[in-house]
């Protein structure tokens, strides 16, 4: 019984540490990969500037676009090939289904 007991802490001591805060780095909070920042106490915003005369303008940053390389026509074929390979699924499976020995019979 103090074995199971032992057992039982020990997993919800376990199961309580998985709710705890993981503790945040306080090294890597720059907002610019240290890869590309070569000097960490020069920070540059993206989409931010600052002109002549010491106003900041602001712009907004497009995000990428994807861009589809299939045609209709590719597209339609593949939906084709996967409806085909569907009904063939459905066949084999439909007679092989209706081919089984009656249960009973044993």
Same mark, same amino acid.
């Given at each position: $019984? ?8 020990v997993a919800l ?6 709710f705890t805060g993981? #503790?945040?780095?306080? *090294? ?5 990969? #240290? +890869? ?7 920070? !540059?915003?993206?989409? !931010?500037? $600052? ?6 303008? !602001?712009? =907004?940053?497009? #995000?990428? $676009?994807? +861009? ?10 593949? =939906? *084709? +090939? @996967?409806?085909?390979?569907? @009904?063939?699924? =459905? =066949? +084999?499976?439909?007679?092989? *289904?209706?081919?089984? #020995? ?5």
């Amino acid at each position: $019984m103090a074995r199971l007991t032992i057992v039982a802490t020990v997993a919800l001591v376990g199961a309580a540490n998985a709710f705890t805060g993981v #503790p945040q780095n306080t *090294l890597s909070s720059s907002r610019v990969s #240290p +890869i590309f920042n070569e000097d960490p106490s020069k920070f !540059v915003e993206r989409g !931010v500037s $600052m002109d002549q005369d010491g106003k900041s303008n !602001v712009w =907004a940053i497009e #995000p990428k $676009m994807e +861009i589809e390389n299939k045609s209709s026509e590719e597209k339609t074929g593949g =939906a *084709l +090939i @996967a409806v085909g390979g569907f @009904a063939a699924f =459905a =066949a +084999i499976a439909a007679g092989v *289904l209706t081919n089984l #020995p009656d249960p009973d019979q044993f």
